[in-house]
DNA sequence: CATAAAAAGGATAAAAATATCTTTTAATCT
DNA sequence: AGATTAAAAGATATTTTTATCCTTTTTATG
């Protein structure tokens, strides 16, 4: 439903919300141990995120990754869309076939509403609602 | 959230539920087509849940599984218990260290709400519940 | 222009989930 | 008892997910 993947990019792309902006970019070496995600693994994770604009990188010196005024108004989901794909979030619980959204079968009906729900959260929460909002900043923290 | 495993382990006790009782057993080759579960695979998976008593089973010629009344007292949450495990289930979201139900991280705030309803379907529904239910039967098919 | 910094990309490795095959054990029926 | 049937158990294979390593490309700066 939703891939360790998936965590670590908003985990990640949640550190640069809250460290990052245009004039101070920050590099993979600065966050993995932050967010407790090895560098390497990370840093693919981004660079994917970066490759379809969901965030923003330079390369070289004084280069980096960071978010853009409008990179925050990119919502989880179109993190998760990104890493893993459309098509495994919006699965079918129980995987039957011919059971989408629109022809749910049982247990879309049982649990279906409250995946609907959890995605609803996903397809409205931007970065900058989690960041700006009404949160308390400490309680992001341990990533 | 809900591997594979556990989807189709679902899908098989349904089946059952349908199908079997004390005296009409089943054969995994009779139900893995029709719950689109590879034959070996599914006989592993109902193997487990028998070992853990989820579900009842005897051996040799008029053998099979099938459920018991008790067996159908069952709920989802069981099954999940037994082929995925309750770490699996209860890991937060993000997968965030310190945080769990009793102290949750912003996200889980978020959706962790709706993972927590998630749940509780999971564990108030019985097999009877889906099968005796007021559900039309036709809807669980195709499995 | 040279150099160093940093992301990007490609190839590989390790681990976990999924799936299959083979042998053993137990029950039933001649 | 012996043959047969079906689950149980164990060993092995495949695929997917997760993770690492190493090289290449881009860019800022001295």
Redesign the pocket.
């Known amino acids: 439903m939703l891939?360790?993947?998936?965590k670590?990019a908003i985990k990640g792309v949640l550190y640069l919300a809250l460290n990052s902006n245009e004039s101070h970019?920050?590099?993979?070496?600065d966050i993995f141990e932050v967010v407790h995600?090895?560098?390497?693994?990370l840093?693919?994770l981004?660079?994917e995120l970066?490759?379809h604009g969901i965030i923003s990188?330079?390369?070289?010196?004084?280069?980096?990754?960071y978010l853009s005024e409008d990179d925050r108004k990119r919502t989880l989901m179109d993190i998760v869309r990104v890493i893993d794909g459309e098509k495994?979030v919006h699965s079918c619980v129980m995987g039957m076939r011919n059971c989408d959204m629109d022809n749910p079968c049982v247990l879309h009906k049982l649990v279906g509403a409250n995946k609907s729900k959890f995605i609803n959260v996903l397809e409205n929460t931007t970065i900058l609602d989690l960041v700006e909002g009404k949160q308390n900043i400490e309680e992001f923290f341990p990533l």
Chains 1, 2 share one sequence.
């Open positions: 891939s360790n993947s998936s670590y970019k920050i590099m993979v070496r995600v090895p560098e390497a693994y840093a693919k981004l660079q970066s490759r990188s330079v390369r070289g010196p004084k280069g980096g990754f495994r």
